[in-house]
């Protein structure tokens, strides 16, 4: 039995800090960084990040890949993608570093810091009416593991917290709505978009003309999931005619956005260049030793993709 590694050492930290934190964890684990690949018979786990499925040879023992990747969009169709369970790699409680990101463009918005920050640069001493958290209504799309940490620290501080789904599901800490019959009902109560979905052919644009019109007048986004879940014209669009008030973007596309993007200097956008979170080679590897004991032991994996949806 042995792990191979593939492109993750040049993501986040390097190869011996990959042999080092796994040794501490499963010490009787052979690790293989790629292309280093040794006995392919020997290979039955794989972890990566944007793997070319083209250079890989066929693994004949494998029994389960681990994607660092946020999405799976880009390769979940590959005609090469060995046919094993895909598991995501992530913390079960969501990570610290995501929940302190959302919180604070959120709050960053709600509190009105980029006018703020606008009347400095006139030095105009600028004095308006504050809206307090009760009055704000902050609704997240995608309600994960991701989602929930920010959402419940936002309801905590007094915010309206809602949050839209794909699927019907239990009841939640928040108010739920679910699937395309729901959509227009929960933008229309949301003041604060947060969108943490996954990429699918459903989720693709959602974020755009039609749905920037069930808004609120003036309401605002932040768009942690990825960039093609907003159509850039449309959303241009919305800020010129104050349909929207402000978008903070840390996911776009292309990415790197070019330089002649007007994005760049429209003055109701904050563009971050996907920094929300970094994850550590010992929280990526203590996730990774988490599902191979369970598999090992005759269980399944904690996180794993459904390849029909794509997430």
Known sequence: MALLIINLDKAIGNAQAWHDT????IPDLPIRIWPDVGEVKDIEYLAFMRPDFDLLPAFPNLKAMFSRSAGVESFVDHPKLPKV????VEPPGGDPMMTEYVIMHVLRLHRDMPAYQAAQANREWRRVPITRPEQRRVGFLGYGMMATAPALVLQSLGFKVSAWVRSPRQAAEV????????LASFLGQTDIAVCLLPLTPETEGIFCARTFAMMPRGAMLVNVGRGKHVVENDLIAALDSGQLSYAALDALWPEPLPPESPLWLHPKVTVMPHVARRPTVAQLVTEIATNIRSLEGGGQLLQEINYTRGY
């Open 85 to 88: 369970p895909l598991g995501k």
């Open 175 to 182: 108010p739920i709505f679910h699937g395309r019959d729901q």
């Open 22 to 25: 796994f040794r501490e964890q």
